[in-house]
């Protein structure tokens, strides 16, 4: 069965570089959810996109920004990276308030 | 904010123990799913509670929400080797699509 594909699985920055990951959920499912997990602790929730549009926001950065395009994928956007920005970034997908599958992960790296 | 404690933090327990993690929120919850993830792996689905009070049982997995839809408990009876990991509650708002996650139990199981 298709699960959820991220890329890139590996990302090393600069600091004050930019970033983009993306999301391609599983096919059919039409929300798309962010998160952000650093070392030893809890995902914590960025940004959920419903249909494409987005429905809820989370403790997303202003410097970060995130689309869900016509596609059903979705992009984050990071700017100006810091050191506290590496982590592991979770996309998720789901039917509306159903169980999430969750994807590999994107581990930023910012040096 | 929203805050979803889970305690304890870490669980080390003898092989065939029983193990109990507990999980709280600071408001009422609209449901709670909970989450398994493995070192070096993404959160896996394991069940969603929607009622007050509801009970669901996976094999040596017992799920309950509470009455008041705001605390949640995860018992595994007779723990095996292969239940090491770490256990997540995430807790779906009242008023929108996001999810807060738990600040997750790690069990550990001593053969």
């Known amino acids: 069965a298709a699960g959820v594909i991220q890329s890139p699985r590996h990302l090393i920055k600069e600091k004050r570089e930019t970033a983009t990951l993306k999301c391609y959920p599983i096919?059919?499912?039409?929300?798309v959810y962010w998160y952000q997990q650093g070392p030893g602790q809890d995902p914590q929730f960025l940004i959920s996109f419903y249909e494409k549009m987005q429905s809820d926001k989370g403790s997303i950065p202003d410097r970060f920004s995130a689309q869900q395009f016509s596609d059903y994928h979705s992009e984050l956007n990071m700017s100006s990276l810091e050191l506290g920005d590496s982590a592991l970034y979770f996309c998720?997908?789901?039917?509306?308030?159903?169980?999430?599958?969750f994807g590999p992960g994107t581990r930023l790296t910012v040096l | 904010g929203q805050q979803v404690m889970q305690i304890p933090q870490y669980q080390h327990v003898q092989e065939g123990e029983d193990f109990t993690t507990y999980c709280n929120s600071s408001t009422t919850l609209s449901n709670i799913q909970w989450y398994k993830q493995r070192p070096g792996g993404h959160p896996v689905f394991l069940i969603q509670?929607?009622?007050?009070?509801e009970v669901k049982k996976q094999k040596r997995l017992t799920f309950q929400f509470g009455e008041a839809k705001k605390n949640s408990s995860l018992h595994i009876t007779a723990t095996q080797t292969t239940d090491v990991g770490t256990y997540f509650c995430a807790g779906r708002s009242n008023t929108g699509n996001q999810f807060y996650f738990g600040t997750g139990t790690s069990l550990t199981v001593i053969p």
């Open positions: 096919p059919r499912h039409d929300t």
């Open positions: 998720a997908s789901s039917y509306p308030l159903g169980e999430q599958f």
């Open positions: 509670l929607v009622k007050s009070g």
